[in-house]
């Protein structure tokens, strides 16, 4: 990267669309911490970034929240709400958005941002299809500007050393691999009640599995095929489309031919008072050696009376997020959920400010080429997250068993059905 020496004050100004949850957990921490402290790099110096605008359906967190924290912890911003907040917020001059709604309502509020010229950062799973996916990767060529997702647990210590041992040799060929995630009744019956309605816990959450598995043992196989079941009856009527778990299979293929299998089992239908809260677990098989991981069994394990399991979790997980009292005395909440974020503005920054404007054209490619993030590098796991809600709403109209199969002769993404003979193809192009 070449260095240059700023002559003025640079400013990045930031859209949130989606107030929720993961907003409080992770957006609203580096926006506090930006407001603080601009970023810094050689190339760019100093970036002021600010959250300028919010859209939402109801306005009614945003609201509380500017109103307790404007000009405070938090710039001054603007609220949007009802159906016309994203058109609002792209008119309101900000420089990029950050799409964190529920993942049935990304495509829309990317499109509208890509469509503005607007970089966009939108939570997993990207979208749900590849035709959307390739509508986005399209707009952001058009306009030049960055279309990133966020995988935050590729940040993650544990896997950030999986990887390096990976790249380095040391573990050699994946042969097969188990995941799970599990989250308690009341993110399924409390904070996601208002769009959980034919939704599953896979969609959600399995995608950070599917990015692990595919950027830290690729680039050099391919997928092969997909299959999933799963269980009904707790968050929705057992003869429904909403699913309380979910197992899902992926197959890839080997250049030597061999397959690797992965099963990734999620659900939001745990114990409240289970002591994981969200356990988390992986474990990895090579032809040389075994990698297990595990958040509980890692971290700390902690009891305090009248506060715990509620207020406070048994396992927490420090590495994802958490408040300090630094040793120097300072005040800060940080760790990879934050991580992310930050370095998505990072590279914002590099593309607008890294150097002279003729050159911002080859700055923008070299962002684009960080395939941890960027849309261009997500085909895999939006194919498998298509693939995944077909089978399952074949399940939930009785016809479960379904495979689909990964650039075949049919076509992309093709689902056959148990005793059919004519498959459907659910995308014609090579994913």
């Known amino acids: 990267m ?63 929240y500017r109103q307790s924290a404007s000009g405070k912890t938090i710039s001054p911003f603007r609220n949007f709400a009802g159906p016309d907040a994203i058109g609002e917020l792209l008119a309101a001059g900000v420089d990029a958005v950050c799409v964190a709604t529920p993942d049935d309502r990304h495509f829309e509020a990317a499109r509208a941002a890509l469509t503005a010229g607007k970089h966009v950062l939108i939570e997993k799973p990207s979208v749900l299809d590849l035709t959307q996916l390739d ?66 816990p896979a969609t959600y959450v399995a995608v950070h599995y599917l990015k692990l598995i595919d950027f830290t043992f690729g680039p050099d196989w391919s997928l092969d095929r997909v299959s999933a079941t799963g269980q009904r009856g707790l968050v929705g009527p057992a003869g429904g489309p909403t699913w309380d778990s979910v197992q899902l299979q992926l197959v890839y293929r080997h250049p030597d031919q061999r397959e690797a299998a992965f099963d990734i089992h999620t659900s939001w239908v745990t114990p409240d008072n289970f002591p994981g809260y969200v356990e988390q677990e992986v474990q990895f098989r090579f032809d040389n050696a075994v990698w297990s991981a595990h958040q509980r069994k890692r971290g700390v394990e ?28 300072e005040r800060s909440q940080r760790g990879y959920g934050v991580e992310v974020i930050e370095r998505f503005f990072k590279e914002v920054a590099f593309v607008e400010f890294g150097g002279p404007p003729d050159q911002k054209p080859d700055r923008l490619k070299r962002m684009r080429a960080l395939t941890y993030n960027d849309l261009s590098a997500d085909r895999n796991c939006v194919a498998v997250v298509q693939a995944l809600e077909a089978i399952l709403r074949r399940a939930a109209d009785g016809i479960p068993g379904c495979v689909v199969r990964v650039n075949g002769p049919q076509g992309g993404l093709t689902l056959f059905e148990p005793g059919n003979a004519s498959p459907l193809v659910l995308y014609p192009g090579r994913v």
């Open 302 to 329: 902690l009891t305090v009376e009248n506060r715990t399991p509620g207020e406070l979790k048994n396992t927490p997980n420090y590495h994802y997020n958490s408040t300090f009292l630094e040793p120097w005395g």
């Open 135 to 200: 509508a986005l990767t399209r707009l952001a060529e058009t306009h030049g500007v960055l279309a990133k997702v966020v995988y935050h647990k590729l940040a993650d210590p544990d896997h950030k050393k999986l990887r390096t041992l990976v790249a380095d040799g040391v573990l050699h060929h994946v042969n097969n691999g188990y995941c799970s995630l599990l989250e308690p009744k009341s993110i399924s019956s409390g904070q996601f009640a208002e769009w959980i309605v034919g939704r599953n």
């Open 2 to 64: 070449q260095t240059t020496a700023p002559t003025a004050s640079r400013h990045l100004r930031a859209g949130m669309v989606g107030f929720g949850m993961i907003f409080d957990e992770t957006y609203r921490p580096f926006f506090e911490a930006a407001f603080r402290l601009p970023l810094f790099s050689p190339e760019t110096g100093p970036v002021h970034v600010a959250l300028s605008a919010a859209a939402s359906r109801t306005g009614t967190r945003a609201e509380r």
